[in-house]
């Protein structure tokens, strides 16, 4: 039989999503679920794993998960194409997180990088909640129950992939082949991979306030940009300016199109000119995040207008995570049968087992 292929990916809902989610994985995420390629795709919101770190606000993980929802449809999430649903609904989850907490060592944990660097930003190092320590099982869980064969994330995520896939082959090894082994996907856009905040540090991040969000009003996208971080020695229009680390044109690189030039700056035919102009000068700011800016616009005004939809029916909008929830709950209690089974805890359908021991208890009476 031939084994379906099967996306499985998603986001904390902690905040609404910004352009680093857009161009990192959503719109590619659309893209897929519009190829045709895929069996099934499954996309949650990981709200369990947000209150790894958020245990003691609840209520911002609650009010942020029609946030992200409201994102996804906006962006063209098509709950007819893609299974959209919340971690915390799906408990068999859990009892996957608890069998596979078993196959992976403590000091296996420490030597992740994602999570060194995470518990670095969360200044976690003398007070580790275990919840978080080990969420890089709770996602193997997320994965394995819905058999994902592809998982779309940007390469900080690889790390958290591999150690996924030990599990999955660790297990397979001890029980027997049970779980599927998931490939990662990058980004082929490699200006996507990890898009830097507006201020240009590493990271857009919600908690650094760094971010353009996908539901910004146009004129505070425009503002953002206004005052984001280019080159700090590129004081004058003559001077020769930095196309490298600077946050306007590794914008542009994920962003930018050739049509956009002939529409909002016709003066260059390209990125290629445009960076050209720059690096030697004679360009402003102001005129190339101008450009950025309409760009920006273009890409963002439709996912604006489809949200101001979503938003006027929010009922509808929680049946449908509602039912998405139904559906992931089957496929996920599909696979957790089957690793019990394999585990030799079925204990109660086994009536191999049950007869075997009747037979044995028998014999000795």
């Given at each position: 039989?031939?084994?379906?292929?099967?996306?499985?990916?998603?986001?904390?809902?902690?905040?609404?999503?910004?352009?680093?989610?857009?161009?990192?994985?959503?719109?590619?995420?659309?893209?897929?679920?519009?190829?045709?390629?895929?069996?099934?795709?499954?996309?949650?919101?990981?709200?369990?794993?947000?209150?790894?770190?958020?245990?003691?606000?609840?209520?911002?993980?609650?009010?942020?998960?029609?946030?992200?929802?409201?994102?996804?449809?906006?962006?063209g999430?098509?709950?007819?194409?893609?299974?959209?649903?919340?971690?915390?609904?799906?408990?068999?989850?859990?009892?996957?997180?608890?069998?596979?907490?078993?196959?992976?060592?403590?000091?296996?944990?420490?030597r992740?990088?994602?999570?060194?660097?995470?518990?670095?930003?969360?200044?976690?190092?003398?007070?580790?909640?275990?919840?978080?320590?080990?969420?890089?099982?709770?996602?193997?869980?997320?994965?394995?129950?819905?058999?994902?064969?592809?998982?779309?994330?940007?390469?900080?995520?690889?790390?958290?992939?591999?150690?996924?896939?030990?599990?999955?082959?660790?297990?397979?090894?001890?029980?027997?082949?049970?779980l599927?082994?998931?490939?990662?996907?990058?980004?082929?856009?490699?200006?996507?991979?990890?898009?830097?905040?507006?201020?240009?540090k590493?990271?857009?991040?919600?908690s650094?306030?760094?971010?353009?969000?996908?539901?910004?009003?146009?004129?505070?996208?425009?503002?953002?940009i206004?005052?984001?971080?280019?080159?700090p020695?590129?004081?004058?229009?003559?001077?020769?300016?930095?196309?490298?680390?600077?946050?306007?044109f590794?914008?542009?690189?994920?962003?930018?199109?050739?049509?956009?030039?002939?529409?909002?700056?016709?003066?260059?035919?390209?990125?290629?000119?445009?960076?050209?102009?720059?690096?030697?000068?004679?360009?402003?700011?102001?005129?190339?995040?101008?450009?950025?800016?309409?760009?920006?616009?273009?890409?963002?005004?439709?996912?604006?207008?489809?949200?101001?939809?979503?938003?006027?029916?929010?009922p509808?909008?929680?049946?449908?995570?509602?039912?998405?929830?139904?559906?992931?709950?089957?496929?996920?209690?599909?696979?957790?049968?089957?690793?019990?089974?394999?585990?030799?805890?079925?204990?109660?359908?086994?009536?191999?087992?049950i007869?075997?021991?009747a037979?044995?208890?028998?014999?000795?009476?």
């Amino acid at each position: 039989m031939k084994q379906e292929k099967i996306i499985l990916t998603g986001d904390r809902p902690t905040g609404k999503l910004h352009i680093g989610h857009y161009v990192g994985s959503l719109k590619r995420r659309v893209e897929l679920q519009n190829s045709g390629l895929y069996d099934k795709i499954f996309i949650f919101e990981a709200d369990g794993q947000a209150l790894t770190d958020n245990i003691d606000n609840p209520e911002k993980v609650r009010q942020n998960v029609i946030e992200v929802a409201l994102d996804y449809l906006a962006c063209g999430i098509d709950p007819s194409k893609s299974t959209i649903f919340i971690q915390s609904q799906i408990p068999e989850l859990c009892e996957l997180t608890f069998y596979f907490m078993d196959l992976v060592t403590v000091s296996r944990l420490q030597r992740n990088p994602t999570v060194k660097t995470e518990i670095q930003m969360r200044n976690f190092e003398t007070s580790i909640p275990v919840g978080f320590f080990t969420y890089p099982i709770s996602q193997a869980a997320d994965i394995t129950a819905f058999k994902a064969t592809t998982v779309p994330v940007g390469e900080d995520q690889e790390p958290m992939l591999e150690q996924a896939r030990e599990i999955v082959r660790r297990f397979n090894y001890i029980y027997g082949e049970t779980l599927v082994e998931p490939d990662i996907l990058l980004p082929d856009n490699t200006a996507c991979l990890r898009l830097p905040g507006t201020d240009g540090k590493a990271k857009m991040s919600k908690s650094l306030g760094n971010c353009i969000y996908l539901s910004d009003p146009a004129d505070e996208v425009e503002k953002k940009i206004r005052s984001m971080y280019t080159d700090p020695d590129h004081l004058r229009v003559s001077d020769p300016g930095k196309v490298e680390g600077n946050t306007v044109f590794t914008y542009l690189d994920a962003f930018s199109r050739p049509e956009h030039f002939s529409r909002y700056l016709p003066d260059y035919a390209n990125l290629d000119e445009l960076k050209a102009h720059y690096r030697r000068g004679g360009l402003g700011d102001v005129k190339v995040k101008k450009f950025l800016s309409a760009v920006m616009q273009e890409e963002l005004e439709p996912i604006r207008q489809r949200r101001k939809e979503f938003e006027k029916d929010i009922p509808a909008v929680y049946d449908m995570l509602r039912q998405g929830c139904e559906v992931a709950r089957e496929a996920a209690a599909q696979t957790l049968s089957e690793v019990r089974r394999a585990m030799k805890i079925n204990y109660f359908e086994d009536e191999a087992l049950i007869a075997e021991q009747a037979a044995r208890f028998k014999t000795q009476a």
